[in-house]
Nanobody
Framework: VQLQASGGGLVQPGGSLRLSCVHSGPTLDFNGIAWFRQAPGKERERVGCIAISSSDGRTSYADSVKGRFTISRDGAKNTVYLQMNSLKPEDTAVYYC?????????WGQGTLVTVSS
């Protein structure tokens, strides 16, 4: 299983950005994809996740992003998105996507998101 995250960049506070995570390989090897982020000097945080194996695509989010971030999927494109709205400077971090079942065994490279004026 391989994952590739993209879409990071510089955005002003209050702005929006959409990250993409393209996954390849057998989807039987995992049932969910999550977005994580890590800011300099801080621990890695799970931003949210989406179920891949279920038809309803259930999602869950960290309290820090609930109501501002949305995770969605496009099965035809093997892509999971992270739509980020109302961005704050504290959202600045390297964002990663990861796939797994009980644990996240597969990781993509990170994409840097910088929120600054």
């Amino acid at each position: 299983v391989q994952l590739q995250a993209s879409g990071g960049g510089l955005v002003q506070p209050g702005g929006s950005l959409r990250l993409s995570c393209v996954h390849s390989g057998p989807t039987l090897d995992f049932n969910g994809i999550a977005w994580f982020r890590q800011a300099p000097g801080k621990e890695r945080e799970r931003v949210g996740c989406i179920a891949i194996s279920s038809s309803d695509g259930r999602t869950s989010y960290a309290d820090s992003v609930k109501g501002r971030f949305t995770i969605s999927r496009d099965g035809a494109k093997n892509t999971v998105y992270l739509q980020m709205n109302s961005l704050k400077p504290e959202d600045t971090a390297v964002y990663y996507c990861a796939a797994g079942s009980r644990t996240y065994d597969y990781w993509g490279q990170g994409t840097l998101v910088t929120v600054s004026s």
